[in-house]
């Protein structure tokens, strides 16, 4: 069974970027789907990008409010998967999670449903204001 855990989280102002970064114990996570959600007070949960491992290794689905300022990576070797966030807005305000989605290699179809994903860190606060 696999376990993550997100850091990398803080207070950054609007314009700046930071990188996430999940990290995966108990087992390796380059064969499974990666989602990054996030969750802001008061409003759902809600896909940021989703990265495949498998056949599809790397292949990124990602969401419309983040498109062209996020990019997720992998590097395997430290069992990470990383969310790196440029140009950050107040509306990026929020908590980040990681989620393993353990039955699948390449991101599903339904990969933008939290209940795609059985295992989630704990979250990492991402406050931008200025």
């Known amino acids: 069974q696999v376990q993550v855990v997100e850091s990398g989280g803080g207070l950054v102002q609007p314009g700046d970027s930071a990188r996430l970064s999940c990290v995966g114990s108990?087992?390796?996570?380059?064969?499974?789907?990666i989602g990054w959600f996030r969750q802001a007070p008061g409003k759902e949960r809600e896909v940021v990008v989703c990265?495949?491992?498998?056949?599809?290794?790397?292949?990124?689905y990602y969401a419309d409010a983040v498109k062209g300022r996020f990019t997720a990576s992998r590097d395997n070797d430290k069992n990470t998967v990383y969310l790196q966030m440029n140009i950050l807005k107040p509306e990026d305000t929020a908590i980040y999670y990681c989620?393993?989605?353990?039955?699948?290699?390449?991101?599903?179809?339904?990969?933008?449903?939290?209940?795609?994903?059985?295992?989630w860190g704990q979250g990492t606060q991402v406050t931008v204001s200025s």
């Open positions: 990265i495949s491992g498998g056949s599809g290794y790397g292949k990124t």
């Open positions: 989620a393993v989605d353990s039955l699948s290699v390449d991101c599903a179809d339904t990969y933008y449903n939290t209940w795609q994903y059985d295992s």
């Open positions: 108990g087992s390796s996570l380059k064969g499974y789907a």
